[in-house]
């Protein structure tokens, strides 16, 4: 005879309740446990939510003190809804979003006027035709302006901001007499709502973060070092996102007014397609086929050579974009690399392989290949980050004098 093992889920109501009255304490230590890491990894996400409380507070008071209540009324909901839309963790975001916000609410709210006063001209009939026709045309324009890549990137959501506000002043000011109060209420709460957002917000930039991709990822140290290069391979859309968000900033105590964002990106792309072909020669240096030989022992030394020259290569100029310093031994390295793809491009042609196993020869000459087109992109790297260097102004770092 089979007897069911008993379990929670055939006991009954009150069992139950005893068994998740017994779970609960462990529940809340763990739950605590996971809130005080993740403050602890970032201390900033903290600060950002007490930012948040204290812009929403602020806020508030346009509802709290009669004299504000009494001159803008219930349209001070619409700071407070700027407020939750705008506040973003870096200023960075914040500023674009406000900025986004405040013109696009400016410019649509005087359109709206403006079409609301054309309409009443039409008379009483003429005037809801009027006024759907401009916001069908008005919504389909500025909608179809938002699929271009560059508006998409930056002014997304000011221009969707600007469909919002102009359908709002328009259409409703159709079942209103004061549109023109109505608009410049609007207009003067978003405007409060974004400043108040934005001054709330405005120590943490994203400036500095865009030097630490890789700190939210798992540390190198707890992973093998040859997977290190994989964070880069899904960082393109992070990279631009923060280039743009960064554009924002107009000031901060690195980075001048005109900071060249986008050579940053073009640095990335390049790395990538470095780190493209790290792939690939991790895949031949991994695979179960590769054996020792006598081919691949006489190409050992000028490979390995390669790969040291190159490794110090890509040290240097990390640490030139990050400390902002001109990579300035970066070209020996470069040099080094070259003479030892000579040295490996002569034996490649002087090999016989008349008494040779091609089988064991053509995993050893692949990875071979692969090095010798890894230097091309190093190259093309050290080129943008020179560019870069001169575009930014990067500093010469002091040489040591030796007694």
């Known amino acids: 005879m089979n007897i069911a093992a008993p379990n929670i889920e055939n006991a009954g109501p009150f069992t139950r309740a005893c068994g998740w009255h017994k779970l609960l ?17 970032d201390p900033r996400r903290i600060i950002h939510s007490l930012k948040v409380g204290l812009a929403l507070t602020l806020v508030s008071l346009f509802y709290y003190i009669q004299p504000l209540y009494d001159r803008i009324g219930e349209n001070s909901i619409w700071a407070v809804i700027t407020v939750i839309l705008v506040f973003e963790f870096s200023v960075g975001a914040t500023l674009g979003k406000g900025l986004n916000r405040m013109l696009a609410t400016l410019s649509a709210g005087a359109l ?47 221009l969707l901001i ?31 709502g974004s400043f ?62 005109f900071h060249p964002w986008k050579q940053y990106v073009k640095v990335g792309a390049l790395t990538r397609q470095c780190t493209y072909k790290i792939e690939a020669l991790n895949n031949y240096l991994n695979s179960e086929i590769q054996t ?58 002087t090999y016989h392989l008349e008494d040779a196993n091609l089988q064991e020869i053509i995993p050893s000459a692949e990875v071979a290949l692969t090095l010798i087109d890894v230097v091309p992109c190093i190259v093309k790297i050290a080129d943008a980050v020179q560019e870069l260097a001169s575009l930014a102004h990067f500093k010469t770092p002091a040489t040591r004098v030796s007694p």
């Open 25 to 41: 304490p462990n529940k809340i230590v763990e739950m605590a446990k996971k809130i005080k890491k993740l403050g602890q990894d």
């Open 292 to 349: 020792r030989n006598e081919f691949g022992r006489k190409i050992q030394e000028p490979s390995t050579k390669i790969c040291s020259e190159s490794g110090k290569a890509l040290r240097e100029l990390a640490s030139a974009v990050k400390k902002m310093n001109q990579p300035t031994s970066v070209n020996a390295h470069i040099e080094n690399s070259k003479t030892a793809i000579e040295n490996l491009k002569f034996m490649l042609d």
């Open 162 to 192: 600007f469909i919002l506000t102009f359908s709002l002043v328009s259409v409703s000011g159709y079942r209103k007499d004061k549109v023109l109060n109505m608009a410049h209420q609007r207009v003067t709460t978003i405007i409060v």
């Open 196 to 257: 108040i957002a934005i001054v709330t917000c405005i120590c943490i930039r994203f400036g500095s973060e865009f030097f630490k991709i890789s700190e939210d990822r798992q540390p190198l140290s707890d992973i093998a070092f040859i997977q290190g290069y994989k964070s880069l391979l899904t960082s393109k859309n992070n990279e631009e996102t923060m280039a743009n968000l960064a554009r924002w900033e107009m000031w901060h105590y690195r980075f001048g007014l």
């Open 112 to 158: 709206g006027v403006g079409v609301h006063h054309l309409a009443t001209l039409s008379g009483e009939k003429g005037e809801p035709i009027v006024l759907g026709f401009f916001v069908a045309i008005i919504a389909a324009t500025v909608t179809f302006v938002r699929f271009f890549p560059t508006m998409k990137a930056r002014y997304d959501y000011g």
